[in-house]
């Protein structure tokens, strides 16, 4: 059994000013203003459209994310239904061949309960005994998963004693406005603790790469 962090990793090469120029000659094309960018009027020109909530405009450049996190991560990720998505498949993945490492991979349960409204709350020694009943859950499962393989079980059938935290990974593709309104939700202190996890995780390194277009969605910790 294996246990690791969730993580996210942009998978479009993002060149934040060709995104921009992009965006803005799309825009431009209501106004037929076009003659009037230049090399530096990007940057406001989209400010004013998030500002007038004329967001149809940022639909027009897309980008894919991996998502490493658990399954039931993935069950509020798939919600939003503008986007394109791939799924590591517990159908067709036999955990016992060695490209697995012969394991189960789980996600850490301890960054989400951090989030966690109730969980926060608890005593050090509250938190590490949930952490161990989890843990032997787990591994529970995992065996479990294993003998049912053994005893010749297809993965398919298998699979079905596996829990809400074993690893997946996602491949999501969406444009820019569905992102933002992922990010509204998904950062959200009502969210679901590790899908807040790892959506504000993403949401940081997107601020990173294009800060104009999302450095108004704020994250309340």
């Excluded at 239904?81 to 301890?110: G, H, M, P, W």
């Excluded at 995992?142 to 398919?156: S, V, W």
């Excluded at 992922?182 to 603790?193: G, I, Q, S």
Aim: aromatic letters at 8%.
């Amino acid at each position: 059994m294996k246990i690791i962090n969730p993580s996210v990793e942009i998978m479009t090469p993002i060149d934040g000013d060709f995104v921009l120029k992009h965006l803005e000659a799309c825009g431009r094309t209501c106004y037929r203003s076009e003659d009037k960018a230049t090399d530096t009027s990007a940057e406001k020109f989209l400010s004013n459209i998030l500002k007038r909530g004329h967001e149809a405009v940022i639909e027009h450049y897309a980008i894919t994310v991996r998502f490493t996190c658990d399954r039931g991560v993935t069950h509020e990720v798939v919600r939003h239904r503008l986007a394109s998505y791939s799924q590591e498949s517990t159908r067709y993945c036999n955990y016992s061949q060695d490209k697995f490492d012969n394991s189960v991979t789980y996600i850490d349960l301890e960054g989400g309960m951090e989030l966690d409204p109730v969980c926060s709350k608890m005593d050090a020694d509250t938190i590490s005994a949930i952490l161990a009943e989890w843990w032997g859950a787990c591994a529970d499962a995992e065996r479990h998963y294993f003998n049912m393989l053994e005893l010749g079980a297809p993965p398919q059938i298998a699979r079905s004693v596996l829990n809400n935290s074993t690893k997946t990974e996602l491949v999501m593709t969406a444009n820019i406005r569905e992102w933002r309104h992922f990010f509204k939700l998904r950062c959200d202190r009502a969210a679901h603790p590790q899908m807040r996890e790892v959506a504000i995780m993403l949401l940081n390194q997107f601020k990173e790469k294009i800060p104009i277009l999302f450095d108004d969605i704020e994250v309340e910790l």
